[in-house]
């Protein structure tokens, strides 16, 4: 018989699962706010919303230990609990590449990045948002045990990661095609190195979902014994 993820965590692991979800889905809406600012040449409002995304994330470190504590000290069979925690862990990967992002943002003069650059940019960037938005509802769609419609997010946020590949290969391809406007050289390697955090994080949740249909497929389609 299925059951749920709340069927197996315990009630004070399922709010902390919750908990830890909101503030990573917070963090990256405040992250794709500042770039939205950026855009509108808002850069002191951009700055002030970039400096929240790294205090946010330096936050979760305490709600993802007690998280983690929950998980370790419950009765789970070794093998679920393993996955349970290496879901997580995936989960606290795209906070962190999204963390690495906004200090990318800080420093980096963005309005001088070249306009063909900077689009592609934000369409990475919205990519992440995007898919770090499914994986939040599928959560929800777990803990209740919802699983066909947190299957078909985890599907999309699959297909979402491989646009984002498409987008990488072509932001990558025009730091090439426009290297004499960027000024300085030290520029060119900012840029990439923001679109590699972002690429990071959209491959972050990839592996979310990843462990997120092992757990729908292996564990909660049939009954625990714990």
Same mark, same amino acid.
């Given at each position: 018989?299925?059951?749920?993820?709340? *069927?197996?965590?315990?009630?004070?692991?399922? %709010?902390?699962?919750? %908990?830890?979800?909101? !503030? /990573?889905?917070? $963090?990256?809406?405040?992250?794709?706010?500042?770039?939205?600012?950026?855009?509108?040449?808002?850069?002191? *409002?951009?700055?002030?919303? /970039?400096?929240?995304?790294?205090? =946010?994330? !330096?936050?979760?470190?305490?709600?993802?230990?007690?998280? &983690?504590?929950? +998980?370790?000290?419950?009765?789970?069979?070794? $093998?679920?609990?393993?996955?349970?925690?290496?879901?997580? =862990?995936?989960?606290?990967?795209?906070?962190?590449?999204?963390?690495?992002?906004?200090?990318?943002?800080? +420093?980096?003069?963005?309005?001088? &990045?070249?306009?063909?650059?900077?689009?592609?940019?934000?369409?990475?960037?919205? =990519?992440?948002?995007?898919?770090?938005?499914?994986?939040?509802?599928?959560?929800?769609?777990?803990? !209740?045990?919802?699983?066909?419609?947190?299957?078909?997010?985890?599907?999309?946020?699959?297909?979402?990661?491989?646009?984002?590949?498409?987008?990488?290969?072509?932001?990558?391809?025009?730091?090439?095609?426009?290297?004499?406007?960027? =000024?300085?050289?030290?520029?060119?390697?900012?840029?990439?190195?923001?679109?590699? *955090?972002?690429? !990071?994080?959209?491959?972050?949740?990839?592996?979310?979902?990843?462990?997120?249909? +092992?757990?729908?497929?292996?564990?909660?389609? &049939?009954?625990?014994?714990?």
């Amino acid at each position: 018989m299925p059951v749920s993820l709340s *069927d197996l965590l315990p009630e004070d692991g399922i %709010k902390a699962l919750r %908990k830890y979800v909101e !503030n /990573l889905t917070k $963090s990256v809406d405040l992250f794709a706010k500042s770039l939205k600012l950026l855009n509108e040449v808002r850069i002191g *409002d951009a700055r002030s919303l /970039l400096a929240e995304v790294v205090k =946010k994330r !330096n936050e979760a470190n305490q709600e993802r230990l007690k998280l &983690i504590e929950i +998980i370790e000290n419950s009765r789970l069979e070794p $093998s679920v609990k393993e996955d349970i925690l290496h879901f997580v =862990k995936r989960l606290d990967a795209i906070g962190d590449h999204v963390k690495e992002a906004a200090r990318e943002l800080t +420093i980096m003069p963005y309005l001088e &990045i070249p306009h063909p650059i900077r689009e592609g940019l934000n369409k990475l960037a919205d =990519k992440v948002v995007l898919a770090v938005s499914h994986i939040a509802e599928a959560v929800d769609h777990l803990i !209740n045990g919802e699983h066909e419609k947190s299957l078909e997010l985890v599907n999309r946020v699959l297909e979402i990661e491989e646009e984002a590949d498409r987008i990488d290969v072509e932001n990558r391809g025009r730091l090439i095609e426009f290297s004499e406007a960027i =000024k300085p050289c030290t520029l060119a390697i900012l840029i990439h190195d923001f679109n590699r *955090d972002l690429e !990071n994080a959209a491959d972050a949740c990839a592996e979310t979902a990843d462990y997120m249909h +092992i757990l729908i497929t292996t564990w909660l389609q &049939i009954e625990m014994i714990v």
